[in-house]
């Protein structure tokens, strides 16, 4: 069976509709044309959380230009993005520098950190990456604050809690534009196995920008997701993102003494829950079908 087929399956067998791009990182030209695996690649699918990847990239750019100090401490105040992790959980005003707010932006996916390193590395400069990079199918529209407010105004709830409530029942049929790539930010599993190819072989930022960028995504908490398809030996650096019933991550694996790997697989599951476990264990199954098939030793 083909490494794509492979992964339709995996995602028919999680109940899931899922998009996949692999490729080596090594390098896009004609050497690496046909080394891929694609299912469903360049089809627009929401973005979630990985926008972040984005911010972080702009972020790693605005330090080099010496735009921003990382070490300069920010406070954040109470009144910031909600979400379960990070500051966003905090109840009391929160003083970090620059680089560890982008440190949790990426480790724990921080909302609220990510939409005031957002604010401070320019949303417009933010919005102006994907055509800057060569990622056509990439929009980014805002961030987790204007998700939420979409959220709010969609399912009629007060609070995002309550929306995200609203989101998890089966029982209630409601439409919300955060499950649906035509209105807030998308991008394509193509896109981001490029630009994750390109962060990693150093040509987005400078190579201490670089290193950092590898070392957080590399920090990324998460084990159900990219992680729970491979061995120890093998490391896994990620982004997840997560709205309702889609469930999504991107990231980089590399095995001992081999190429790394870049690979993206966004789903999105027939039923709503909270928790999908089967839905995020397909996004490692299908990952290892698709990395297995480009693994190749470094020479």
Same mark, same amino acid.
């Given at each position: 069976?083909?490494? @794509?087929?492979?992964?339709?399956?995996?995602?028919?067998? @999680?109940?899931?509709?899922?998009?996949? *791009?692999?490729?080596?990182?090594?390098?896009?030209? &004609?050497?690496?044309?046909?080394?891929?695996?694609?299912?469903?690649?360049?089809?627009?699918?929401?973005?979630?959380?990985? #926008?972040?990847?984005?911010?972080?990239?702009? #972020?790693?750019?605005?330090? +080099?230009?010496?735009?921003?100090?990382?070490?300069?401490?920010?406070?954040?105040?109470?009144?910031?993005? &909600?979400?379960?992790?990070?500051?966003?959980?905090?109840? $009391?005003?929160?003083?970090?520098?620059?680089? +560890?707010?982008?440190?949790?932006?990426?480790?724990?996916?921080?909302?609220?950190?990510? +939409?005031?390193?957002?604010?401070?590395?320019?949303?417009?400069?933010?919005?102006?990456?994907?055509?800057?990079?060569?990622?056509?199918?990439?929009?980014?529209?805002?961030?987790?604050?204007?998700?939420?407010? +979409?959220?709010?105004? $969609?399912?009629?709830?007060?609070?995002?809690?309550?929306?995200?409530?609203?989101?998890?029942?089966?029982?209630?049929?409601?439409?919300?534009?955060?499950?649906?790539?035509?209105?807030?930010?998308?991008?394509?599993?193509?896109?981001?196995?490029?630009?994750?190819?390109?962060?990693?072989?150093?040509?987005?930022?400078?190579?201490?920008?670089?290193?950092?960028?590898?070392?957080?995504?590399?920090?990324?908490?998460?084990?159900?997701?990219?992680?729970?398809?491979?061995?120890?030996?093998?490391?896994?650096?990620?982004?997840?993102?997560?709205?309702?019933?889609?469930?999504?991550?991107?990231?980089?694996? =590399? #095995?001992?003494?081999? *190429?790394?790997?870049?690979?993206?697989?966004? =789903? *999105? @599951?027939?039923?709503?829950?909270?928790?999908?476990?089967?839905? $995020?264990?397909?996004?490692?199954?299908?990952?290892?079908?698709?990395?297995?098939?480009?693994?190749?030793?470094?020479?």
């Amino acid at each position: 069976m083909s490494a @794509a087929a492979q992964v339709r399956a995996a995602f028919r067998d @999680a109940g899931v509709r899922g998009w996949l *791009h692999a490729r080596p990182v090594t390098g896009d030209g &004609p050497r690496w044309a046909s080394a891929d695996v694609a299912v469903g690649a360049d089809v627009p699918v929401v973005m979630a959380s990985v #926008y972040k990847l984005l911010v972080l990239v702009a #972020y790693c750019r605005a330090v +080099d230009a010496g735009e921003l100090d990382p070490r300069e401490p920010a406070t954040v105040r109470p009144d910031r993005t &909600p979400g379960p992790t990070g500051i966003s959980a905090l109840a $009391d005003p929160v003083t970090m520098s620059w680089r +560890d707010l982008v440190t949790s932006m990426i480790t724990v996916s921080d909302n609220a950190a990510a +939409d005031v390193v957002h604010a401070r590395v320019g949303r417009e400069r933010v919005a102006a990456l994907p055509a800057e990079l060569g990622l056509p199918g990439t929009r980014i529209r805002g961030g987790t604050a204007d998700v939420f407010a +979409d959220l709010l105004a $969609d399912t009629g709830a007060d609070d995002v809690a309550a929306a995200f409530a609203v989101l998890a029942d089966n029982d209630v049929p409601v439409q919300v534009r955060a499950l649906s790539p035509a209105f807030g930010s998308s991008t394509t599993a193509t896109d981001m196995t490029r630009l994750l190819a390109r962060l990693w072989r150093g040509e987005l930022a400078s190579p201490d920008g670089t290193a950092f960028a590898r070392r957080v995504l590399g920090g990324q908490i998460w084990p159900h997701r990219l992680r729970s398809g491979f061995p120890a030996a093998a490391a896994v650096a990620g982004k997840t993102g997560t709205v309702g019933a889609v469930r999504s991550e991107v990231g980089v694996v =590399t #095995y001992p003494g081999e *190429h790394p790997v870049a690979v993206a697989v966004f =789903t *999105h @599951a027939a039923r709503s829950d909270a928790a999908v476990p089967r839905a $995020d264990a397909a996004i490692g199954v299908a990952a290892r079908a698709a990395v297995n098939a480009l693994r190749a030793p470094a020479v």
